[in-house]
């Protein structure tokens, strides 16, 4: 963000997209969101988080239970 010319204070809350898990560089692998809005993100990131998080409120995983599913199989309504 300094390099975008914008100061950051201790304790300020920052936002940031998740643009590629996979990049090896750590600035290529996230965004902050509000010096370059809508330039793209990692969709099968955030589809994998909401599995998760489906999951976790949904009280569906638990690995000691057979024949629960794992939270990359849970269906998403889109």
């Given amino acids: 963000m300094r390099a975008a010319g914008v100061e950051i204070y ?8 998740v643009v590629d898990t996979q990049a090896k560089e750590a600035p290529r692998r996230v965004r902050e969101a509000e010096i370059n809005p809508g ?12 599995r998760l998080a489906a999951a976790e409120v949904l009280n ?19």
């Fill in 10 to 17: 201790p304790g300020e809350r920052l936002r940031y997209v």
């Fill in 39 to 50: 330039s793209g993100y990692d969709a099968e990131e955030y589809i994998r988080l909401l």
């Fill in 60 to 78: 569906t995983y638990d690995a000691r239970r057979p024949g629960v599913p794992a939270a990359e199989q849970l269906p998403l309504p889109f």
